[in-house]
């Protein structure tokens, strides 16, 4: 039986979400592990939760616990990037923050993996990763940041700091 267009759809982007967060996690994690690991301080959920009361620490904490995620050693500034920059825990939101990364500055070679199999996974989503382009492009330089020390600062101080 051939499925109809709207449920062969909903089929598809079921597909390409599962193999996107296999690749996530057993890729992409693993090799940002490797050359990444041990830069900085990390930082656990219970200090982040201690932080002042809408600062990126705090916010990072509740961005965790709404979606269910574990703060894993030397992913904080990421898990703290997606916060700041106000990107969902999602093929969607992680393929567009690796788009503004990259008009950020940044061209290493995760961001470059993520544009590229991302691009090739929801090529509709292509606008709102051309405006994510043009938004990094347009704010401070964060990648010689260590957002883990900004931890306690408000995080609309930074925004507006930052120009995000």
């Known amino acids: 039986m051939i499925l109809c267009n709207s449920k062969r759809f909903e089929f598809l982007k079921y597909v390409r979400e599962r193999v996107f967060n296999f690749l996530t996690m057993n890729v992409y994690f693993p090799f940002c592990k490797a050359v990444y690991s041990g830069q900085g301080k990390a930082i656990d959920l219970f200090t982040l939760t201690d932080m002042p009361i809408n600062s990126l620490g705090e916010r990072t904490s509740r961005f965790l616990k709404q979606n269910k995620l574990v703060p894993m050693p030397g992913y904080e500034a990421h898990d703290m990037k997606h916060t700041l920059l106000g990107f969902p825990a999602n093929m969607k939101g992680e393929i567009s ?37 043009q938004r990094g492009k347009g704010a401070k ?24």
């Open 97 to 133: 923050m690796q788009y503004f990364e990259f008009g950020n500055g940044n061209r290493s070679l995760p961001v470059i993996t993520v544009m590229f199999f991302g691009t090739l996974f929801m090529p509709e989503e292509y606008k709102e990763y051309l405006y994510q382009f």
């Open 141 to 164: 330089d964060l990648s010689r940041i260590d957002l883990k020390e900004f931890a306690a600062v408000s995080i609309y101080q930074l925004e507006k700091q930052w120009k995000l």
